[in-house]
């Protein structure tokens, strides 16, 4: 990653925190579209589902992000944080497949 791109990283870490911390009233609803497994509906952090969301809207954003939780390593060799959240192994353009990482 080249000095520049590291330039917008502070900025997309914000833009990625704004778009988390905004949720909707009627949550049912707001989550309907995406067939998100238990794990995701039944996550641990209040905001599990907007992640979920947000890397499913803006996954070409997050795939110039890294992840520094490791999580590049063996088991997971995730490349981007939109593989924390999105598999792109098992993923079609029919058909997402989620990750069960960005619950945790």
């Known amino acids: 990653m080249g000095i520049r791109a ?3 990283l502070p900025f ?3 833009l990625l925190i704004v778009a988390v911390g905004c949720s909707s009233s009627n949550e049912s609803k707001a989550f ?3 067939n998100f497994p238990d794990y995701v509906m039944q996550g641990t952090h209040a905001q599990t589902k907007d992640a979920y969301a ?3 809207d803006h996954g ?5 992000i890294p992840c ?3 999580c590049h ?3 997971f060799y995730h490349e981007s944080v939109k593989d924390c959240f999105i598999n792109n192994q098992y993923s ?3 058909q997402l497949v989620y990750d069960p990482h960005g619950a945790a």
């Open 6 to 8: 590291l330039k917008f």
């Open 12 to 14: 997309l870490l914000l």
């Open 32 to 34: 309907e579209g995406y």
């Open 54 to 56: 947000y890397a499913v």
């Open 60 to 64: 070409d954003l997050l795939d110039y």
């Open 68 to 70: 520094y939780c490791n």
């Open 73 to 75: 390593n063996d088991p």
């Open 92 to 94: 079609t353009d029919q």
